[in-house]
């Protein structure tokens, strides 16, 4: 177990905790945590040791600045255990690339390529048998770095903490289909903002509206722009797409959408699969009339954490309720099923997604 790499360190305490694990019966998503991380400080310009030690908990100034100020990033991505072949991460070069352009945006420092990469695949590497093999289930692996400057002073963290951590987990959802409350007063993202950073603020910055939906008796809300509140962006953690027969449709992106890689994994594989794939401006009036009339037949979500996600009913707070012909439509579930065949190693790769983990 465990390849030995060459920019992190492995501490002996972290292959000892790593023995005396065993995984629990019951794995929810992202609550069973691998019992090693990763940990690196960034101090005087330049990032320490990168170290692999026991998952412990972090002793923290009170003023720390990411407790105030949330300067905040973070990523998450999948290893999978296929069949025989060893563990795969799915496009992780995409994850890099993504952190280290949120960093820019929220004033943080660049982490080093290889620093990064071999830290996904050092966690992979020695909790390859903590990964469950069940479809749908997967290592989800979660780097993420914070401000860590102690005093209330409001200007960008010269120090930083760089973490991965793991969680050996089931499928996010549990049923089949989520329910979309459209979200016609909050927003989420505006222009000139951090919409497509990967940072937590966005993410505090939807939990009200949240609340809201799970009272109305939805799942998800469906964020709109903030100027016209009548283009569809995407929900919280999650891009959207509407199926018209053989085109799928998603919103352009823009400085307010988060640019997922599951998104650009579907854009590629559907038009591989022969759909026709348009990114475009998506009018939210247009598709509820295009669900009405049948125009649309199936809607869905997608995001690492979730894979795809059908949406059996868009609604309003006026109460208006649009359902989906299909509550798992055919076109998403044929998607779902050859983007799961990729990353779980079923089949080939036509697009060398699969990065397999020594
Ligand atoms: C992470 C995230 C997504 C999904 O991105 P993936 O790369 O597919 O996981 C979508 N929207 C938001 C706001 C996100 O934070």
């Not at 069973?32 to 101090?43: G, L, N, T």
């Not at 983007?339 to 060398?352: K, T, V």
Request: with cysteine; hydrophobic share 40%.
């Amino acid at each position: 177990m465990g390849h030995s790499y060459k920019s992190i360190s492995i501490s002996e305490e972290a292959i000892k905790v790593l023995e005396n694990f065993s995984l629990p019966e019951d794995l929810a998503f992202g609550k069973v945590m691998a019992p090693i991380m990763i940990e690196a400080d960034y101090a005087n310009g330049k990032w320490g040791e990168f170290k692999m030690v026991p998952y412990h908990k972090l002793t923290l100034d009170p003023t720390c600045k990411v407790l105030h100020y949330a300067q905040e990033i973070f990523e998450g991505l999948k290893a999978y255990n296929a069949d025989g072949l060893g563990p795969f991460l799915f496009r992780a070069e995409e994850n890099y690339k993504r952190f280290n352009l949120s960093a820019q945006r929220m004033a943080m420092p660049d982490v080093p390529a290889e620093l990064f990469l071999e830290g996904c695949e050092a966690m992979t590497s020695h909790c390859s048998h903590l990964i469950p093999t069940e479809s749908g289930s997967s290592l989800y692996i979660r780097p993420f770095m914070f401000a860590t400057d102690d005093n209330l002073g409001i200007k960008p963290s010269e120090t930083f903490k760089f973490m991965i951590v793991a969680s050996p987990s089931a499928a996010y959802f549990s049923s089949g289909s989520v329910k979309v409350l459209v979200e016609k007063g909050a927003v989420r993202a505006c222009p000139g903002g951090v919409g497509h950073a990967k940072t937590g603020g966005n993410y505090a910055a939807s939990l009200y509206s949240m609340i809201e939906a799970k009272k109305a008796g939805y799942d998800q809300v469906l964020w709109l722009d903030a100027v016209n509140k009548k283009y569809i962006e995407e929900m919280s953690g999650m891009n959207f797409f509407a199926v018209y027969g053989n085109t799928i449709k998603t919103p352009t992106l823009t400085e307010t959408i988060l640019n997922g890689i599951t998104r650009k994994s579907i854009v590629t594989l559907a038009q591989h699969l022969g759909y026709q794939v348009e990114e475009t401006t998506m009018d939210i009036d247009e598709l509820l009339s295009d669900i009405k009339s049948g125009a649309c037949s199936e809607c869905f979500a997608c995001g690492t954490a979730v894979i795809i996600t059908p949406i059996s009913l868009l609604g309003t707070r006026e109460g208006e309720h649009f359902k989906l012909e299909h509550e798992q439509g055919p076109v998403s579930m044929r998607i779902r099923t050859e983007l799961l065949n990729i990353q779980e190693g079923r089949g080939d790769d036509p697009f060398q997604w699969r990065q397999s983990v020594k």
